[in-house]
């Protein structure tokens, strides 16, 4: 881009306490950033296009406590995985975060790899739009309060290139549903409306993209942390109509606490859940565990686990036996897409556990595959099915359905489960 007159910034508070060190929640945040961020780039590489990498609410790229925040995390990864072959954009409305960002990236500003600015995501966005022409773009969104103007993303949605095909672009979001109730000031009656309320509802439909967030806060019949679930959700059938594959990953204090970040990717590429629901949930359940369990006393020797797979397995063998009895004949690697891709199941089970279930299913006789390879071996491309008079199909008739169980805070399989190890000898305490 080019120079630019210098903005004057909002500094934050120097007693603010936010970058003193990472939170549980920043934690996972980071980590589903840099868990991706990696095959993501392995991938696009191979697109031989530039790749422009964008974080307008950068910060000052590191915690207090010496943690990397996402400039650190990105220009890592990138560093390893594509040289000489992207270029990291990161913005901060801050003046201190500004200034403490653009000291850290120095060496790579030099060599031309990385570019900060003291600018709004509004106003770096906007200045971006005209600039990308062919680029690959990954655009990282962590905002403090709303996201940028929905028209000032809109650009970066409907890329074409010079011989006609969309040009790739993907997209992560972090949303706090705390934000939204905030701006429509429930509690402030339209005789008694200010100002600053009308301000505030006007910035939520500029973020939105359209005010239909209104038809979910005059309905009478949801509870308010469901109605902006219904904002959020139209949100993100805004950016789906552009980019079809996306999925969400709720993000917590602490186990039981209230959500404060919905982090959500899009993407037009379909390989994107696939990878996106192994990070996301590893993330997650690990934040989870440092938030309450690691430091806790006397739980010397217990370790985050990944679930009870046992039953977990049997939860995918159900899926995998309706899916097929719907649809037919499907690939394993199919199959896999169409489970992760309905949101009721992103983030349930791992691809190991997948695997396991269809394993099982084999082994039990109750599917079959057809060998497309000739291997004779079952691999992503063999197309499965359920074996006609096997125990599936007897299993398909009609039996008393059992009652649901009533809806969580937290939904079974995001929670956190333990494993105890060996014990160990506690060291003796200091004199």
């Not at 890592?76 to 954009?89: D, L, N, R, S, T």
């Not at 999925?247 to 959500?259: L, Q, T, Y």
């Not at 370790?303 to 397995?313: F, P, S, T």
Request: aromatic content about 8%.
């Amino acid at each position: 881009m080019s120079e630019r007159p210098r903005r004057r910034s909002r500094k934050r508070s120097q007693a603010d306490p936010f970058f003193d060190a990472k939170r549980p929640w920043s934690w996972t945040k980071d980590a589903i950033l840099g868990s991706y961020l990696r095959p993501y780039l392995e991938k696009v590489k191979l697109l031989g296009a530039k790749i422009l990498i964008i974080d307008p609410y950068a910060g000052p790229g590191r915690f207090k406590s010496g943690e990397p925040g996402s400039p650190l995390i990105i220009t890592g990864i990138a560093e390893k995985v594509v040289p000489g072959q992207y270029k990291a954009i990161f913005g901060n409305l801050d003046a201190t975060h500004h200034e403490a960002l653009t000291a850290l990236m120095q060496p790579r500003i030099d060599r031309g790899v990385v570019e900060t600015y003291d600018l709004s995501a509004d106003d770096l966005l906007k200045n971006l739009a005209s600039t990308l022409g062919r680029q690959t773009v990954f655009l990282y969104l962590d905002p403090y309060g709303l996201p940028p103007a929905f028209h000032t993303i809109l650009p970066f949605l409907v890329r074409e290139q010079a011989y006609g095909r969309p040009a790739s672009t993907e997209i992560l979001v972090n949303i706090p549903p705390s934000i939204i109730p905030r701006c429509v000031a429930l509690d402030a009656a339209d005789e008694a409306m200010t100002s600053q309320i009308l301000a505030l509802r006007r910035h939520l439909t500029k973020s939105m993209g359209s005010d239909f967030w209104s038809e979910a806060y005059d309905r009478n019949d949801l509870e308010p942390d469901e109605k902006a679930v219904l904002v959020i959700e139209a949100y993100r059938n805004s950016f789906k109509k552009r980019l079809p594959f996306s999925g969400s990953c709720p993000i917590r204090e602490h186990e039981g606490s209230a959500v404060k970040y919905y982090m959500t990717f899009f993407s037009g590429h379909p390989h994107a859940p696939r990878i996106y629901n192994d990070a996301m949930r590893a993330a997650y359940r690990r934040g989870l565990y440092e938030a309450t369990i690691k430091d806790l006393p006397l739980l010397g020797g217990i370790g985050a686990a990944d679930g009870d797979d046992v039953k977990e397995i049997e939860e995918v063998k159900s899926i995998v036996i309706d899916k097929l009895q719907a649809g037919g004949s499907e690939s394993r690697e199919r199959l896999w897409d169409a489970i992760i891709q309905d949101q009721d199941h992103f983030m349930r089970f791992s691809h190991s556990i997948f695997i396991r279930a269809v394993k099982a299913l084999f082994e039990e006789g109750r599917i079959g595959f057809e060998d497309m390879r000739r291997t004779g071996r079952l691999n992503d491309v063999a197309k499965l099915y359920v074996k006609k008079g096997g125990p599936s199909e007897r299993a398909a008739e009609p039996r008393t359905e059992e009652a649901k169980p009533e809806a969580k805070v937290i939904p079974p399989h995001l929670t956190v489960k333990i494993r105890v190890l060996p014990p160990v000898t506690a060291a003796p305490p200091d004199a």
